[in-house]
């Protein structure tokens, strides 16, 4: 069984390394922030509404669910929480993988994206969120005994995918 987790601030690469990663693996994505937005949960609908991250339970709920029958999979975007890291333990997670790009670089991806709610004001509250929220998960995992393996995120899709089949 091979499940490969991917972390990464907001706009660093992680859903289009995981995508190449699984096709490369010939295993599952599995991203929570496309299973949030395919849910017909009304409760998931409404706080995708807000800019609040959807509850632990039901994130990891979503999650196993999905990972049911399914032996070898690329994760991404969980765990994003001290709960969900704690969740994550039980998921036989064989990688963690960071992919690590700067603030700045940050800002200017979003904002490449065009999305209507990528405003400079809502960029710096997710990634504020996101950096304080990963000092809590790194703890539980490195508490665990999970090493995370940490690729620089700058450069072209190709280049960046090269150095996560490096640290494999």
Do not use: H
């Not at 987790?5 to 096709?23: D, H, R």
């Not at 997710?126 to 995120?153: F, N, S």
């Amino acid at each position: 069984m091979r499940r490969i987790i991917l972390l990464g601030a907001p706009g660093s690469g992680k859903s289009t390394q995981g995508q190449k990663l699984a096709e490369f693996l010939g295993c599952a994505w599995i991203s929570t922030g496309e299973l949030f937005r395919k849910s017909e949960d009304p409760q998931v609908k409404e706080q995708l509404k807000t800019e609040k991250l959807i509850d632990d339970e039901t994130t990891f709920a979503l999650l196993a669910n999905e990972l049911s029958g399914v032996r070898d999979a690329i994760i991404d975007g969980f765990p994003r929480t001290k709960r969900q890291a704690e969740m994550a333990l039980s998921l036989d997670v064989s990688e963690v993988i960071e992919i690590d790009i700067s603030d700045e670089e940050v800002y200017s991806r979003l904002a490449l994206r065009g999305r209507e709610q990528d405003t400079p004001e809502v960029i710096a509250r997710r990634l504020a969120d996101y950096r304080a929220m990963r000092q809590e998960v790194d703890g539980v995992l490195v508490a665990a005994g999970v090493e995370i393996k940490k690729v620089d995120g700058l450069g072209t899709v190709d280049e960046v995918f090269n150095r996560v089949k490096e640290v494999l």
